[in-house]
């Protein structure tokens, strides 16, 4: 859509370089959750992709202070106040695919053990299935913002809900 708006040049700039910020995460090696070490991750503030291996979807997009605790402790091993990932796949058809594959039946969703079967289902399929890249940056503020280009650009499976 074309308008005669005069856009800024410094808006456009900023989206040139947003370009070359998704080229140099793109450009990252896939880290495998499923060969995950948590003493190699020394890296302190990134902003971070997780993706599905062989394809080109990413699931989310997100920024630490510790990318140690949050792609190991929070996202793969964490609990539903600290796993948003998990949250969000126990809610997704992703997982109700992925239990047919390993043919695991979950209970119903209203049943007491549905919650601790689904989250561990979903542990097992961003262990198996997922990967992730990151970019480390030390300044909180452009974390923020790469995130926030970053989501837009590989337009995200999954997003942070408004508040």
């Known amino acids: 859509m074309t308008t005669n708006v005069k856009v800024p040049?410094?808006?456009?700039?900023?989206?040139?370089?947003?370009?070359?910020?998704?080229?140099?995460?793109?450009?990252?090696?896939?880290?495998?959750?499923?060969f995950l070490v948590p003493s190699n991750l020394e890296i302190l503030?990134?902003?971070?992709?997780i993706g599905i291996r062989g394809t080109d979807q990413i699931l989310y997009v997100g920024r630490t202070k510790n990318l140690q605790r949050r792609l190991y402790t929070n996202h793969l091993m964490g609990n539903e106040s600290t796993a948003r990932l998990k949250k969000y796949l126990t809610k997704d058809e992703l997982l109700t695919a992925f239990a047919v594959t390993v043919e695991?039946?979950?209970p119903e969703p209203e049943d007491i053990r549905y919650k601790k079967e689904a989250y561990q289902l979903?542990?097992?399929y961003i262990r198996n299935h997922c990967y992730f890249k990151f970019l480390p940056l030390d300044e909180s503020r452009l974390r923020?913002?790469?995130?926030a280009g970053l989501t837009f650009a590989f337009n995200t499976k999954f997003l942070e809900e408004e508040h």
């Open 45 to 49: 503030g990134a902003v971070y992709a």
């Open 122 to 124: 979903a542990k097992d």
């Open 144 to 147: 923020g913002l790469t995130e």
């Open 104 to 106: 695991k039946m979950l």
């Open 9 to 34: 040049k410094q808006y456009i700039d900023r989206c040139y370089e947003l370009i070359g910020i998704v080229e140099k995460i793109w450009s990252q090696p896939e880290i495998h959750f499923e």
